[in-house]
Nanobody, 127 residues
Framework: QVQLVESGGGLVQAGGSLRLSCAASGLTFSNYVMGWFRQAPGKERTFVATIGRSGITTNYADSVKGRFTISRDNAKNTVSLQMNSLKPEDTAVYYC????????????????????WGQGTQVTVSS
């Protein structure tokens, strides 16, 4: 079965950095668009970043542009999220997600457009 396992979360001071990783198994990784989402307490899960199958195409939420970088390694079946200049408002559980590439939905950033999800990793940014 498909498994997505996140790692790398933790507690960091504002202005600091963290790197999240997601290891995928049970799927042909290079056929999947990968994304990162986050969910703060009491709020809905929201889009953070996505990366296309080859790693060339990326898209970011406005709130993280210029601070976060998504990347993938198709040889290792991993996707990463480098988070710099972290702010307290970045505090959330971060989720890795995967969706099979289908023309027309690559740029759909909705939660419902993704097929598989990890269990999440907590990121806490202190002020």
């Amino acid at each position: 079965q498909v498994q997505l396992v996140e790692s790398g979360g933790g507690l960091v001071q504002a202005g600091g950095s963290l790197r999240l990783s997601c290891a995928a198994s049970g799927l042909t990784f290079s056929n999947y668009v990968m994304g990162w989402f986050r969910q703060a307490p009491g709020k809905e899960r929201t889009f953070v970043a996505t990366i296309g199958r080859s790693g060339i195409t990326t898209n970011y939420a406005d709130s993280v542009k210029g601070r976060f970088t998504i990347s993938r390694d198709n040889a290792k079946n991993t996707v990463s999220l480098q988070m710099n200049s972290l702010k307290p408002e970045d505090t959330a559980v971060y989720y890795c997600a995967a969706k099979l590439f289908i023309i027309g939905r690559t740029y759909d950033t909705s939660v419902s457009s993704y097929d598989y999800w990890g269990q999440g990793t907590q990121v806490t940014v202190s002020s």
